[in-house]
Each structure stands twice: as structure tokens, then as C-alpha cells.
């Protein structure tokens, strides 16, 4: 890198996140707008706009530059990412499911608008992410829309987040005897790498990245999905509630199986690790500039206190 | 018309095609692990004595344009898979609190609400990833299926079937009309026009589509809301006038009648418009008459 003519500032990580995550929040907030009836699209918007990180969409957007796209292309997809990450959360939360009162530090959808409606508004955010790829992607071709949408069905139902969510609460009660760190690992590789696989794999169809890139970012997402969870497990046993914004400590009370549980804290660190390197390892042979976000996004995704 | 309606064997036509559309469904939804997830979407995709009115509707509207059946099927599973989805939601404990559907235990009584909120998150983007993995790509062009998947995501969503689910837990007073409209008519519609989308049909064809399958979706649902009302008990039609369900415990068995004769009209008007096409016309005159007149039980075609 010295050797080039004119050194390019280093990347600023900080400002990239704040920068995107403001497009996309501007964009959601453009693709759900307040319709009739008005009750479901406020439902929507309630936990859609709630202010998350916007990790998902934001690695969508990097992996389709990193191939060579540009931001508009990928953006409808980003922001389908995001709406069934917040239908899903929406689910999760339910009194049936994990009974959560707050999320991201506020009341939680069905706290708000009742059950009925934050079934809805869950299963309308499902539906919408589809329609809103379909419609609105500009200057990609129809097959390469089609094959995303192949990709993002797949990351929602029984071969994603859903057998995830379904293994997960057939395990509770379930003591770390029962569970190895193979049945851990679906769970986690279903119900958080699936959906972060997806907004990578989405990015990198829609930018133009031919098979090997699309493979290659595919099992550096497969990675990073890993690395998200084993870092939340570990923080949910280190950090307070207030800290995290959610319920800390839920996973204890709660009896569930985590990495910490499993194999320690200091061994999760380690795994932690293990999975942050061969992600980036998948990155080598881009071009370097372009996947500084993707690489500062492994390491914030490590590196992360809530 | 008329003519061309009464000689087509819809009986016979409809039970063939059930046939092969449980045969797609059956093998579109083969049990892996976990296995409680794919048995609890099986149970209510492939619940005995389903009509498979939108895939029939689809296939249909796509052969009048002289598209090959073949590109219609994974469609046609779509629809109804979105359609159980749907229908598993409705039923949950927060929503319409059935306990049973079709005279079996809904899917939540069988396999716990948990479960059952899961079976439809799964069975939402399961008909998505059928039609694209599924669709023959020589027989349609990505661009068609574009426009389907846009269709179906729309007629299930926060302006359609959602927003009628909606509007009847809110209960309105003047909600039937819109009510029966988003939960019966826009399953209709989005089925005839999927039909046509997938068969190439005009713009102007897929309005006709549209309106088409709009009104006979809500006219078999009034026919139903009549049919039910010589059947109920006084208490159990009390109960669903104050939930403003049914548009005979609203208006009357003489009204309702009344607009069944619109629609029914109305749905006819529209496949006027489709003279051309000749005898492929048939079976969409004979939905509207089954619609209207139930000449057989579909329950007894398989």
C-alpha cells in the first residue's frame, strides 16, 4: 500500500456505517409508506424504523460494490433483508414464541398493537420485501432478480431462519448435556448466518459478480453469521441490559444452550476469532480498497459491545 | 356462453386437475429435518378435501391464452401454498380463534401456536422459491415471472388478504363489503391473473382477468355466507353479525342474493371479452356457474 503514488486515506468505517445506514433508513421509510390501512403500515413502520444497526443491509450494499455494482441496484434487496429481519424479530417476540416485552430498547410490536396486528404486520413485511425486489430493482437483468429471489425465500423458510427458530425451541428446557455444538451450530447457522448469507449472496447476484465471487462471499457471510451469534452469546453473559438494549442474561434464565455454556468464555473467544480470520480469508483476491467495508464489517461484528 | 358453460364437464375437468395439483404439492414439500415443521405445513397444504380453487383458477386463465399447463403448476402450488398460510394465520388464537378448519383441527390445536406461526412464516416464501426453482424456463421469460411473484406478494400483503384480516378483526361498521372483497376476491384475482401473466395475455386482458376473478371469488363467498345462514343456529349468526363477517348477517339473505346476481353478471360481462379464444373459454363460465349454483359437492371430488 505504501508503494502507491498517492496513498489513499485509510478507511473510515465509522462514517461508511453512518453513511449507509442513513440511505437505507431513508429508503425503507420511502418503501413502507403510511397507506390504508393505516393501523398494519404504522405496525410496520414501528419496527421497521426502530432504528437497528443496519448490519444486513449495509453488508447487501458492500458485497454488490465489491463486485463492481452500484449502490441502487442492491438497495431494494437491502432493504427486503431488513424487512424480514424486523418480521422475524416481530414473530420471535410474540407471547408464544420468546414472550419479549422490549426490543432495541422499546416495547415490543405486539406490546404496541396488540398480537393480531403484530401477526400481520409480520406477515405483510414478508410479503412486501418480495414485491419490493420484484418491482423496484433498476438496470439488473430479470434472471439475476430471479435468482435473488430464490436466494432470499430459501434464507426465510425451513432451510433458514425458520428450522432454526424450530430447533431452537425444541432444544429449550433442554440441558447442555442434550445439545452439542452440532445442533448449536444449525441453530445459529439457520436462524442468524442464513439471513446474513442471504444479504451478502443478494448483494454480490445483483452487483454482477459471477459464481466463484458469489461462492466465495456466500462462505465469508457463512462466517461471519457464525461469529454474530457466538459474540451475542458471549455479550448476553458479560453485559448488562442496559448496555444491550434487550433483556440481558435471557439465555441463562431462560435455560438456553449457548457457546459460553457449551465450551467457556475464553474457548468462545478463540472460536470467536477462529471464524473472524477465515472469514476474511475468503476476501483475499478482491481488490483491497473495495473490501475494506466487508473486512471492517467482520471485525465490527467481532469487535461489538452490544 | 351459456351453452359452451353447461356442456363443459367442470366436474370432471376440476377433479383431474386436483389430482395432479395435490401430486405437485405432495412432492413440493417433502419432510426433512426438523421434521415437526414440514408436517405441520403439510397438514394444512395437503388437508383432505381441499378445493384447489386458486391453482385451478391459475391453469385455467394460463391454457385460455394457450399456455403450456406445465407453466402453470408451480404457480399454481404458489397460490395455494400462501393461500395455507394464510388461512393458519387467520385461525391463530389472537386472530379468528378457530379451533378447527374444514371440520379438522386447525394447525395451531395440532401443533401449538408456535408452530403454526412458523408453518406459515415457511410456507409464505416456500411458494416463492417454488415458482422460481420450479417454472420451466423455456416456457416463460424471467420478466413474467417477475410480474407473478409481484402479484401473488401483493395480493397476500398489507393492501390485500392482510389488510381484510385486518379490517375484520377491527369490525368496522360498514367493513363487510371491503372485508369479503380483500379476504375472498383478491385470491381470486390473483389467480386468474397469474394465469394470464404466465401465458403472456395482454394488459387490457389482464384487467378482464382481474375483474373477473375479483367478483367470482366474493360471489362464492356470499353463496357460502347464504348457504351457512339457512344452516346456523340464531346464536352463532348473532355472534357473526357483531363481528360484521358475513355479508347475509349484514344485509339479509335478499340482498346478498341480489348482489350474488351482480357478480355472478359481472363475472360473465368480463369473459365476454374473451369470445375469441372459442371453447378454452368454458371452464371460467363454469366457475362463475359453480360459484353461483354449487351443482356438486367439490369436497366428494376426492
Redesign the interface.
Known amino acids: 500500500r505504501q508503494d502507491q503514488n498517492e496513498p489513499k486515506p485509510p478507511f473510515n468505517f465509522k462514517s461508511y456505517m453512518v453513511q449507509k445506514a442513513n440511505s437505507v433508513n431513508q429508503a425503507l421509510d420511502d418503501a413502507v409508506s403510511l397507506?390504508?390501512?393505516q393501523?398494519?403500515?404504522e405496525a410496520?413502520r414501528y419496527s421497521l424504523l426502530a432504528g437497528g444497526k443496519r448490519v444486513r443491509p449495509v453488508l447487501c450494499l458492500a458485497a454488490c460494490e465489491l463486485v463492481g455494482g452500484i449502490e441502487s441496484m442492491a438497495m431494494p434487496a437491502a432493504c427486503a433483508v431488513e424487512m424480514i429481519h424486523t418480521?422475524?424479530l416481530i414473530?420471535d417476540d410474540?407471547p408464544?414464541?420468546d414472550n419479549d416485552d422490549l426490543r432495541r430498547g422499546k416495547p415490543t410490536n405486539h406490546k404496541v398493537f396488540?398480537?393480531?396486528?403484530a401477526?400481520?404486520?409480520?406477515?405483510?413485511l414478508?410479503?412486501?420485501s418480495?414485491?419490493h425486489i420484484?418491482?423496484t430493482t433498476p438496470n439488473v437483468?430479470?434472471?439475476r432478480?430471479?435468482?435473488a429471489?430464490?436466494e432470499?425465500?430459501?434464507a426465510?423458510?425451513?432451510e433458514g431462519?425458520?428450522?432454526g427458530?424450530?430447533?431452537d425451541?425444541?432444544s429449550e428446557g433442554l440441558g447442555s448435556e442434550q445439545i452439542d455444538l452440532q445442533r448449536l451450530e444449525f441453530i445459529h447457522l439457520h436462524k442468524t448466518a442464513a439471513l446474513l448469507e442471504a444479504a451478502v449472496v443478494l448483494g454480490a447476484i445483483l452487483g454482477g459478480g459471477n459464481d466463484a465471487e458469489v461462492e466465495k462471499l456466500r462462505k465469508f457471510a457463512r462466517c461471519i453469521g457464525l461469529l454474530f451469534q457466538v459474540v451475542d452469546d458471549i455479550l448476553d453473559v458479560t453485559m448488562s441490559s442496559k448496555e444491550l438494549g434487550k433483556t440481558a442474561g435471557k439465555d441463562l434464565v431462560a435455560d438456553k444452550v449457548t457457546y459460553p455454556k457449551l465450551m467457556g468464555i475464553e474457548k468462545s473467544r478463540e472460536f470467536a476469532e477462529k471464524l473472524k480470520k477465515e472469514a476474511k480469508e475468503q476476501l483475499v483476491g478482491f481488490d483491497p480498497q473495495k473490501a475494506a467495508p466487508l473486512i471492517a464489517l467482520a471485525e465490527y461484528i467481532a469487535n461489538r459491545r452490544s | 356462453s351459456s351453452k359452451l358453460s353447461t356442456q363443459f364437464d367442470l366436474k370432471t375437468y376440476w377433479t383431474n386437475l386436483i389430482g395432479e395439483i395435490n401430486e405437485n404439492l405432495d412432492q413440493a414439500i417433502p419432510v426433512k429435518y426438523p421434521d415437526q415443521i414440514y408436517e405441520a405445513m403439510r397438514y394444512s397444504v395437503l388437508a383432505k378435501g381441499a378445493k384447489r380453487a386458486p391453482p385451478v383458477m391459475c391453469i385455467t386463465a394460463c391454457e385460455l391464452f394457450g399456455g403450456d399447463r406445465l407453466a402453470a403448476f408451480p404457480t399454481a402450488c404458489a397460490l395455494e401454498m400462501v393461500h395455507a398460510a394464510s388461512l393458519i394465520h387467520d385461525d391463530l388464537p389472537c386472530m379468528d380463534n378457530d379451533p378447527f378448519r374444514r371440520g379438522q383441527p386447525s394447525n395451531h390445536t395440532n401443533y401449538g401456536v408456535d408452530m403454526a406461526i412458523l408453518a406459515g412464516d415457511a410456507l409464505f416464501p416456500l411458494g416463492f422459491q417454488h415458482i422460481v426453482s420450479h417454472t420451466p424456463s423455456d416456457l416463460v421469460p424471467e420478466q413474467r415471472l417477475l410480474r407473478v411473484i409481484a402479484e401473488i406478494a401483493r395480493a397476500v400483503g398489507s393492501t390485500g388478504m392482510a389488510a381484510g384480516q385486518f379490517l375484520e378483526l377491527e369490525g368496522g361498521p360498514n367493513s363487510v363489503e371491503f372485508v369479503q372483497e380483500k379476504k375472498f376476491g383478491e385470491m381470486g384475482e390473483c389467480s386468474a391473473v397469474c394465469g394470464g401473466l404466465l401465458a403472456g395475455a395482454d394488459d387490457d386482458e389482464l384487467q378482464r382477468l382481474r375483474r373477473y376473478g375479483r367478483a367470482v371469488g366474493v360471489l362464492y363467498q356470499v353463496i357460502n355466507d347464504v348457504l351457512e345462514e339457512k344452516t346456523m343456529k340464531s346464536k352463532e349468526i348473532e355472534d357473526n353479525k357483531k363481528k360484521g363477517k358475513s355479508y347475509v348477517g349484514i344485509y339479509g339473505i335478499e340482498k346478498a342474493m341480489k348482489v350474488a346476481e351482480e357478480l355472478r353478471a359481472q363475472a360473465r360481462k368480463e369473459l365476454d371479452g374473451f369470445q375469441k379464444y372459442g371453447e378454452k373459454v368454458a371452464p371460467l363460465y363454469s366457475f362463475v356457474d359453480y360459484a353461483a349454483d354449487r351443482g356438486f359437492r367439490v369436497g366428494d371430488l376426492n
Open positions: 397507506r390504508d390501512p393501523k398494519i403500515h410496520m418480521m422475524s414473530h410474540l408464544c414464541m396488540g398480537e393480531d396486528v401477526v400481520l404486520a409480520g406477515d405483510a414478508l410479503a412486501f418480495f414485491e420484484a418491482v437483468t430479470p434472471a432478480i430471479i435468482r429471489i430464490g432470499l425465500a430459501k426465510i423458510g425451513t431462519l425458520v428450522a427458530q424450530v430447533v425451541i425444541n
